[in-house]
């Protein structure tokens, strides 16, 4: 089982659309968790860490399951921009050198 | 967030040259990565570069395959040893940012080894 799994998708929505997307992890001493965008030929770019009382970013907002090892990131009203990779990334000792990446979920968004 | 530069950004090479790509910060930071990031893949951790001492490798990988140095903290090199056609691929360099407690990467190195 890998450590962190994600649907490799893509999901392709509309704009305007709400996607969500679900990522499960393994190790349940998992400290903390983030969300990255990774653009076609580019490097990964944080999105938004992933707090224990779930949090909003304007149109994005991260949830955190501790009991289920699992986390969401839900998009609204999606804009052609969003299209992209969206890691799922997890550190096991909230020293910032243990991240540990899932496979990415590839988001389409399309006119 | 610290700025990060990569060189090169991508290299055509022949199997059994060797590569090294360097990574510059634009402040001084304590940890440093190496990543690996393969066509249509996720990233890998290759090594964490620790300054004025070896290289912690992950499993799988070896100092005589990927050399790295830090000298100082702010640059580290990784060398891709007598290549073959599958080292083709995304290098990354990383550096971690204490206040969120994740990192942030520098553009990538796209190497393809023919």
């Known amino acids: 089982r890998k450590e962190v799994e994600q649907d490799p998708g893509p999901f392709n929505v509309p704009e305007g659309a709400t996607v969500a997307f679900n990522c499960t992890y393994s190790?349940?001493?998992?400290?903390?968790f983030f969300w990255y965008r990774q653009d076609c030929r580019k490097e990964p770019k944080l999105l938004m860490s992933?707090?224990?009382s779930g949090n909003e970013d304007g149109r994005f907002t991260a949830q955190l399951n501790r009991a289920s090892q699992y986390i969401s990131l839900l998009i609204r009203d999606s804009k052609l921009s969003d299209s992209a990779t969206y890691l799922c990334v997890v550190n096991v000792n909230n020293a910032g050198n243990m991240l540990t990446f899932g496979g990415g979920t590839r988001l389409m968004v399309k006119p | 967030s610290a700025v990060i530069s990569q060189k090169p950004s991508r290299d055509i090479c022949q199997r059994g040259t060797s590569l090294t790509i360097q990574c510059q910060v634009d402040s001084q930071v304590t940890m440093m990565f190496w990543y690996r990031q393969q066509p249509g893949q996720s990233l890998t951790l290759i090594a964490t570069?620790?300054?004025?001492?070896?290289?912690?490798?992950e499993s799988g990988f070896v100092i005589d395959k990927f050399p790295i140095s830090r000298p100082n903290l702010t640059f580290s090199t990784l060398t891709v040893s007598n290549m073959s056609p599958e080292d083709s691929s995304i290098y990354l360099c990383?550096?971690?940012?204490?206040?969120?407690?994740?990192?942030?990467f520098g553009p990538g190195t796209r190497l393809l080894v023919l």
């Open positions: 570069a620790n300054q004025g001492s070896e290289a912690t490798y």
């Open positions: 990383s550096v971690e940012d204490m206040a969120t407690e994740t990192q942030y």
């Open positions: 992933v707090y224990s």
């Open positions: 190790n349940s001493a998992s400290q903390s």
